[in-house]
């Protein structure tokens, strides 16, 4: 299985960026494209599709929201953060069988 | 719109089964493969397995082999997770989601408590 690895928590003040983190035990590259996508998860909510393809923004999400990376680095943006976006993020992989990261949770100050 | 909707909430007794289901709207259902997730309480997303929707054929991820079936209702563009034999540790919240590469839609999830 492909492990993702994300920081916990973090805290980010209103109106400043967030940069969260997931990195991978293998390559998730294949032909051309990075197999990483990001999900938001509020409490008692499904988690909702946020960035598809390690950059691309799924359709309705504000532009506030950013992906890069390839390979086995990853990171998601926002900026700027608003109080809205408190909430667990997960990175998942799609170049094998699924895995998810361990989420990390952004509180906003 | 595209919508995936689960059943209710579910109250069961080590040993029991329950079955949970995922319907469908807004797309073809067999264009798109049907994944299950599960979300112990406090505790992050796990990758459950998938069913193809066109062929019927299941696949399960390792820690999902035995107790746990994906079954489809096709005519009615659902999707089931039955668990059997359950124990105290399947209590979660159970999410079923569609996959195209990624999961684009999800459905809201049903909650399955495993009390005596």
């Known amino acids: 299985d492909i492990v993702l690895t994300q920081s916990p928590a973090l805290a980010v003040s209103l109106g400043q960026r967030a940069t969260i983190s997931c990195k991978t035990n293998?390559?998730?590259?294949?032909?051309?494209?990075?197999?990483m996508h990001w999900y938001q998860q509020k409490p008692g909510q499904q988690p909702k599709l946020l960035i598809y393809?390690?950059?691309n923004l799924a359709s309705g999400i504000p532009a506030r929201f950013s992906g890069r990376g390839s390979g086995t680095d990853f990171t998601l943006t926002i900026d700027p953060v608003e109080a809205d976006d408190t909430a667990t993020y997960y990175c998942?992989?799609?170049?094998?069988?699924?895995?998810f990261g361990s989420g990390t949770k952004l509180e906003i100050k | 719109q595209i919508q995936l909707v689960q059943s209710g909430p579910e109250l069961k007794k080590p040993g029991e089964s329950v079955k949970i289901s995922c319907k469908a709207s807004?797309?073809?259902?067999?264009?798109?493969?049907m994944h299950w997730v599960k979300q112990a309480p406090g505790k992050g997303l796990k990758w459950m397995g998938w069913?193809?929707?066109?062929?019927?054929?299941?696949t399960y991820a390792d820690d999902f082999k035995g107790r746990f079936v994906f079954s489809l209702e096709a005519s009615a563009s659902t999707a089931n997770l039955q668990i059997s034999n359950l124990k105290n540790e399947d209590t979660a919240t159970y999410f079923c989601?569609?996959?195209?590469?990624?999961?684009?839609?999800w459905g809201q999830g049903v909650m399955v408590t495993v009390s005596s």
């Open positions: 989601a569609r996959y195209p590469w990624r999961f684009d839609y």
């Open positions: 393809l390690a950059s």
């Open positions: 807004g797309y073809t259902f067999t264009d798109y493969a």
């Open positions: 998942q992989q799609s170049r094998n069988l699924p895995t």
């Open positions: 069913i193809n929707t066109y062929t019927g054929k299941p």
């Open positions: 293998q390559n998730v590259d294949y032909y051309g494209n990075s197999y």
